[in-house]
């Protein structure tokens, strides 16, 4: 006897989240609440104000006619320019991006499928080749690419798609994925892709890219490219000029989390998280909050050294004379080789867009 399946749209209206809801205890919701509360502020640097200058900088581009005396048009756009943001993995680029885009009152549904927005953020697969890349993008432009298509093809829709979307702002990021291996013919199709985005009479656009410093080596070997392209480097940080304002928003972190903070006599606490996260901003705040769950966590009424070493640990796996935080000789250990194999062992996700957070400044 041939049984009868149910219809999918039976199946849609079975609750498939509240057996999740039921299994977090209370304790659980405890520790969301608090390590939410964490996540929605953000760090604002001179770095913010650097991307937000460039990105008005797109915009008036963008508005400006190639011929000033006709009127304007799709064939009356001037040729695109852009914007290079440069730093190491974990630095905070596309943090600061995404801080400066999710708001922006000129890219009203920036990030949400369908809003129609005229910025689309491109996350760059890893690893990836120029025939990957286009497909990527065409993905990112809401066109479905399950069909495998040649190099030419899929840059020829891309432009196309663009003009038919009227976006107006292309970010790649991770576009160093794409320089991973390869060869100087290849650099040079790659490099002669990003121009014609810019320079196209059909639809130009503006470029935003971000990546590592190759990212900066490759395009700075193009003429053209180098007179298009201005760059916001987002340098490592220094201890000895960055530790005081480290510690003060550390402090403050623990304070917001309901935490006291304890600092151990010659711990060299604010040093060692600095050297831990390889002297990368974004790292040294995603180690800091990885810790004030920790403490959270196991109820603890202070924060200290102690959940660092722990959240390390947890975090990289490796034994004490390995933990930044445990090890005595933690100024010989090199935190991006551990990071670095972290990174290969992780595979990148398509990154969302930050909510609204409440923003922090500190002297720097």
Avoid at 212 to 219: C, D, N, R, S, V
Wanted: aromatic letters at 8%; proline letters at 4%.
């Amino acid at each position: 006897m041939v049984r009868k399946t149910e219809h999918v749209s039976e199946l849609e209206t079975v609750d498939r989240l509240g057996p999740l809801k039921a299994y977090l205890k209370d304790e659980d919701d405890r520790v969301s609440a608090v390590m939410a509360k964490l996540q929605a502020c953000y760090i604002e640097s001179e770095r913010d104000d650097a991307v937000g200058e460039q990105v008005t900088r797109l915009i008036r581009n963008a508005l400006k006619k190639r011929y000033p005396k006709r009127p304007e048009g799709d064939e009356n756009r001037r040729a695109g320019v852009g914007f290079v943001v440069v730093g190491g993995s974990g630095s905070g680029k596309t943090a600061a991006l995404e801080r400066v885009l999710v708001d922006h009152p000129a890219f009203p549904g920036y990030g949400i499928e369908g809003s129609g927005c005229v910025f689309v953020t491109v996350l760059v697969p890893s690893p990836c080749t120029l025939t990957q890349l286009g497909d990527a993008t065409l993905e990112a432009l809401g066109y479905d690419t399950e069909k495998p298509l040649r190099e030419n093809e899929a840059w020829k829709r891309v432009r196309k798609l663009l003009r038919r979307k009227r976006v107006m702002f292309l970010h790649f990021d991770d576009v160093h994925n794409v320089l991973q291996n390869a060869h100087d013919r290849e650099i040079k199709k790659i490099q002669a892709t990003f121009r014609n985005l810019m320079i196209s009479r059909v639809w130009p656009v503006q470029l935003v890219l971000s990546g590592i410093q190759e990212t900066l080596l490759i395009f700075q070997k193009d003429r053209q490219l180098k007179r298009r392209l201005k760059y916001v480097m987002f340098d490592d940080l220094v201890a000895a000029d960055d530790a005081a304002w480290i510690g003060d928003a550390m402090k403050d972190f623990a304070e917001a989390a309901g935490l006291k903070y304890v600092e151990r006599a010659g711990s060299t606490i604010v040093d060692r998280l600095i050297h831990a996260a390889a002297y990368q901003f974004g790292l040294v705040f995603e180690i800091l909050l990885d810790a004030i769950e920790v403490a959270v966590t196991a109820k603890s009424k202070t924060f200290g050294i102690d959940h660092l070493i722990e959240a390390y640990a947890e975090r990289t796996a490796q034994p004490d004379e390995l933990n930044v935080f445990a090890s005595p000789g933690w100024q010989t250990i090199d935190p991006s080789i551990i990071f670095e194999k972290e990174n290969e062992q992780v595979e990148k996700s398509a990154k969302k867009p930050v909510r609204k957070s409440e923003p922090r400044r500190y002297d720097r």
